[in-house]
């Protein structure tokens, strides 16, 4: 097995972009979901709630990022401590986040149609994961503005069984994993436990339930409602849908394409 495609997101829930080779910070691949956006009272927006997000395309640049939309484009510099703190919440966590400027938070406003606020997620902020999925021996494990955990990996035989079952098949892109696993069998990733990526080893700590996104197409921010139901006649388990699994680092700092795959356990 090998790695066959890395993403990275660094808006949760907005376009990803694909990388030949990552760095691993202590939230995972590095600048992947340490930006998000909420509305006034804090709350943070996905596609879920705005599927036009799925339209929002993310470049990285030096020290900040590109966002582009319907042919308009804008940069803005990472915020730096003398920023603005706003309280910002996703899922049952509430943390202080550095506040994007005015300009920037008026044209994603006006580009996606609704009151918008971008914060950042500061390197030294702490957000653990929940401790109960973790190895007894795994000390704690951090993660940014993703839903719960720093990595979300998938084999591509998984895609490809899906495919066969679905009236038309979909890309990758809906499942929004950060590693894309080559040369395993159909939901292989269910059974494992703990993987060797070239000299990193991860912990797979969690099945990854699935909601709406997947019913999204990321180029067009449309409704596909094959995905979910098809998914449900064969990925459901008490009431709750799963495809991927979750995933925290255990030892190492990068992965590249083509990177050797073992699994440990």
């Not at 998984?158 to 069998?185: E, K």
């Not at 590249?256 to 356990?265: C, F, N, P, S, T």
Request: with cysteine; charged share 20%.
């Amino acid at each position: 097995m090998d790695l066959s495609a890395i993403y990275r997101y660094p808006i949760k829930s907005a376009r990803g972009h694909s990388l030949e080779a990552a760095v691993i910070d202590r939230f995972g691949v590095s600048g992947d979901r340490r930006w998000m956006l909420i509305d006034s009272a804090g709350l943070f927006y996905s596609q879920r709630r705005l599927p036009q997000m799925a339209l929002l395309e993310v470049a990285s640049i030096v020290g900040g990022l590109r966002l582009s939309f319907g042919g308009e484009s804008i940069q803005l510099e990472i915020p730096g401590a003398q920023q603005n703190e706003v309280s910002a919440t996703v899922w049952e966590h509430t943390m202080l986040a550095r506040c994007a400027d005015d300009r920037v938070n008026t044209w994603l406003s006006e580009c996606l149609g609704e009151d918008l606020r971008l914060v950042f997620f500061p390197q030294d902020a702490n957000r653990p994961v929940d401790a109960d999925y973790l190895p007894d021996a795994q000390q704690e494990q951090h993660v940014g503005f993703a839903d719960g955990f720093p990595l979300l990996i998938i084999t591509q035989a998984s895609l490809d069984d899906l495919n066969t079952r679905l009236p038309a098949p979909v890309p990758m892109d809906r499942f929004r994993p950060n590693l894309v696993i080559r040369g395993a069998q159909p939901y292989a990733e269910d059974s494992w436990r703990q993987l060797r990526v070239g000299s990193t080893t991860l912990a797979i700590v969690k099945p990854c339930s699935r909601c709406a996104i997947p019913a999204i197409n990321q180029q067009t921010a449309e409704q596909d409602p094959d995905i979910n139901r098809v998914l449900a006649g064969y990925r459901r388990q008490d009431g709750v849908i799963y495809f991927g699994m979750n995933a925290v680092v255990t030892a190492g700092e990068d992965f590249a394409v083509g990177d050797v795959v073992e699994v440990l356990e």
